[in-house]
């Protein structure tokens, strides 16, 4: 049994700063790939970041690349997703997943296990 926490997340101002980590447990981490997706509400959810099973290769979606940065520690099981300059529209819960391979996607259908969600606020 897979299982991701999400945390770090919270209120910020536009412009500001946050980490969120992911710690991951049950199955080999090294060897997935993971996912950073978000839901705002009233909308769908949407990928964010991602990044391979050895780190080399990230991918971003348009409206966060160059402000946000996907890593991870594999001695730590963990992911991490910094968020610099956060704007309002950066509002929504964020989720963690991990793939059952170590390529990565923006769909959410390869993604098979997610955390339970970590709410972000931006103000203005």
């Known amino acids: 049994q897979v299982q991701l926490v999400e945390s770090g997340g919270g209120m910020v101002q536009a412009g500001g700063s946050l980490r969120l980590s992911c710690a991951a447990s049950?199955?080999?981490?090294?060897?997935?790939?993971m996912g950073w997706f978000r839901q705002a509400p009233g909308k769908e959810r949407e990928f964010v970041a991602a990044?391979?099973?050895?780190?080399?290769?990230?991918l971003y979606a348009d409206s966060v690349r160059g402000r946000f940065t996907i890593s991870r520690e594999k001695a730590k099981n963990t992911v991490y997703l910094q968020m610099n300059s956060l704007k309002p529209e950066d509002t929504a819960v964020y989720y963690c997943?991990?793939?059952?391979?170590?390529?990565?996607?923006?769909?959410?259908?390869?993604?098979?296990?997610w955390g339970q969600g970590t709410q972000v606020t931006v103000s203005s």
């Open positions: 997943a991990q793939r059952p391979s170590y390529t990565i996607v923006v769909d959410e259908s390869g993604y098979d296990y």
């Open positions: 049950g199955r080999t981490f090294s060897s997935n790939a």
């Open positions: 990044i391979s099973w050895s780190g080399i290769s990230t």
